[in-house]
């Protein structure tokens, strides 16, 4: 039934002009008069059905059903209008003045040229009908769209005035909609901009060209408290009836404008720093490379001042300062305190944005480093960059203004730190290198000259048991030879072993010193242990650093001699009774192949250097309790 309804609706006015034509050519067949004269009468009415037929199929291709009917009842009202003003006109000349059937003929015409009208008056009426309510739809959906959006939306006229804004304009801008409506574009734009945006508008309404690309354009926006931002805008251009409008879309591109900075201050960095890279890896002592690291530091981040503290045992030693102060002026501190020692023992970059945050009233944050020189003391840092340099120390950088350090400083820190740690163990490898090869020079020198001696020795002796026969030179011999396989055993050691030491544990100070004594032929010589601690030591080369104590106190104090070994504060010593060692001698005894004993092979001490040396302690001569020599290892 519905469907049926709405054909019937679809196809009103085709149906209404149909029945008007047929009604026209019925008065032609079913009057008696002339059917010319007839057809005359209801010409008219005939043309306006056929109108109507065609018409009302354009209507219902074109058109919905609501419309067809308005217009239908139109045209049936200028029907019922045409023939009451027929029958009206009628009275009023009466009809026995008019011919026998004029009165059907002159209703027919005046209800097609009423239905005409009415068909005609009713199109353009609900045309417009249509139109306002489309434009009322357009102005909601229009409304909806802006309102809910997070952009600015605004609509100026040909003047440049404000028509429309919504409410994102109040929170970007700072204005209500009431402040700016009705005023000009121009009190949102910096004055610099104001006369080039309304010359521009004013040529492309004269001429239609742009001066500028309407989709994307930055610029920048004024805010009611008169700050300046940067904004993107997109504009478009309408018509309303006989307004020509412009609407654009604003949103603020502050966050944007700051990434991309940040990117080119990034960039800049990069570059910078391979150009730092390139001095740092050039320089030829750790001195230098620390000292360029902070002066670099200080030039990467605009920063205010820059320290590299390494490390020296379980302290983090200031080394190395930017600027005109001397490091010498800041003290050392613990490898866990504060900043430094959280990014040293981490491993990671810190970045603390403001140390006033964390600053007590009584501790300066840069305590980090060691005391802030008196120049500096006036100003505290306030934003701070920590840096590990791998098992070389800590680099800080350090900012007079909170937030100095943006988030991908890190990023460049850590790059910085892997060409200072590079660099840094560079110079160590360059080092060992040296070492090494000062290694094989002495080995060369005692191959020439400490090995020859002897085995020049036992040659000689073998011509003499060939040309007397006597055999009292076998033992001369005997001690060349065996003179020669000490002389091999040492080297062998430093070669193969050299400054290593394997895996540490807790030892016993009096179980080692025990098991070397057993090792070593003594003869008459006596060991007292006066210490029960425990060293964290390699087990089998402090044994062997005890082994060639022993045989240098025996060697040089004779077989009577009695060794004593005791606790230090941080390590232990040993000491013998035996003639001591001169000071002017004490620097030299560690040297390879230095001996006063005609039967030694002076690396015996040497071999006790290396040992301490690779567990990190220290080694000192000085002369003993009874005057004979007193060897103290501390730094445990």
């Known amino acids: 039934m519905g469907r049926l309804y709405c054909a019937i609706t679809r196809w009103s006015v085709t149906l209404v002009g ?23 009468e209801v010409i008219a009415p005939a043309i306006v059905g056929v109108g109507l037929v065609i ?45 026998a059937g004029e009165p059907i003929a002159l209703s027919l015409n005046a209800a097609g040229i009423f239905m005409a009208a009415g068909a005609l008056l009713g ?11 489309e434009l009322e739809q357009s102005e909601s959906r229009f409304r909806a769209l802006t309102e809910s959006s997070s952009f600015a939306v605004v609509t100026i006229d040909e003047t440049s005035t404000i028509r429309y804004t919504n409410d994102a304009v109040e929170e970007l801008f700072g204005y209500t909609r009431s402040e700016v409506v009705g005023e000009p574009l121009t009190m949102l734009m910096p004055e610099q901009f104001q006369d080039s945006h309304l010359n521009g508008v004013a040529q492309y309404l004269s001429e239609g060209t742009r001066t500028i690309d309407w989709d994307g354009i930055e610029l920048r926006g004024r805010r009611a408290e008169g700050e300046e931002f940067p904004i993107e805008i997109s504009f478009g251009e309408y018509a309303v009836d006989d307004d020509h409008l412009f609407t654009g879309v604003i949103h603020d591109i502050s966050d944007r404008k700051r990434a ?36 670099g530091a200080v030039e990467l981040f605009d920063a205010d001042l820059a320290r590299v503290s390494a490390v020296e045992g379980e302290q983090l030693v200031p080394v190395a300062q930017s600027g005109p102060d001397e490091v010498d002026d800041c003290d050392p501190v613990p490898t866990s305190f504060g900043y430094a020692g959280e990014s040293y023992e981490s491993g990671t970059v810190l970045r603390v944005d403001d140390l006033a945050d964390t600053r007590s009233a009584s501790t300066s944050a840069v305590r980090d480093g060691g005391t802030q020189p008196e120049s500096r003391a006036a100003t505290e840092p306030r934003a701070l960059l920590s840096i590990p340099l791998g098992e070389y120390g800590v680099l800080q950088v350090f900012a007079s203004e909170p937030r100095e350090f943006a988030d991908r400083d890190a990023e460049v820190a850590e790059m910085l730190a892997t060409h200072v740690v590079t660099a840094l163990d560079r110079l160590s490898a360059e080092a060992t290198i040296r070492r090494e090869r000062d290694r094989l020079e002495e080995f060369a020198s005692i191959l020439s000259h400490d090995l020859r001696n002897p085995l020049n020795v036992a040659q000689g002796r073998l011509e003499l048991i060939e040309m007397t026969g006597e055999l009292e030179h076998v033992e001369a011999i005997e001690r060349a030879l065996d003179r020669m396989e000490r002389l091999i055993e040492d080297m062998l050691t430093l070669a193969r072993e050299g400054a290593a030491v394997g895996e540490t544990q807790p030892v016993a100070l009096r179980k080692v010193a025990n098991r070397a004594w057993n090792n070593v032929a003594t003869e008459a010589a006596s060991l007292e242990i006066e210490s029960s601690i425990q060293i964290d030591a390699d087990d089998s080369r402090l044994i062997q650093l005890f082994e060639n104590l022993y045989r240098n106190a025996i060697e040089h104090g004779g077989d009577a001699v009695t060794i004593h070994v005791g606790a230090l504060d941080g390590g232990f010593y040993i000491e013998d009774t035996g003639p001591g060692i001169p000071e002017s001698e004490r620097d030299d005894v560690f040297e390879s192949g230095y001996t006063t004993n005609q039967d030694g092979t002076g690396f015996g001490l040497a071999i006790v250097k290396r040992i301490v040396e690779a567990h990190g302690w220290d080694i000192t001569v000085t002369t003993g309790c009874d005057g004979g020599a007193r060897f103290e290892i501390s730094g445990l």
């Open 18 to 40: 149909f029945l008007l034509f047929v009604c026209s050519v019925g008065w032609v067949f079913f009057d008696g008069d002339d059917p010319l004269v007839d057809f005359i």
């Open 55 to 99: 018409g009302g199929g354009w209507l219902a291709r074109t058109h919905r059903e609501p419309r067809i009917g308005r217009v239908t009842l139109w045209t049936l009202s200028g029907a019922v209008t045409g023939v009451a003003v027929n029958i009206w006109y009628s009275f009023i000349i009466s009809l026995e003045h008019t011919p």
């Open 123 to 133: 199109y353009y009426a609900t045309g417009l009908k249509t139109r306002e309510r």
């Open 260 to 295: 991309e900075q940040q990117l080119r201050t990034h960039t800049s960095k990069v570059t910078q720093l391979h150009e730092l890279a390139t001095e740092i890896n050039a320089a030829d002592s750790s001195a230098a490379i620390h000292q360029r690291a902070a002066d």
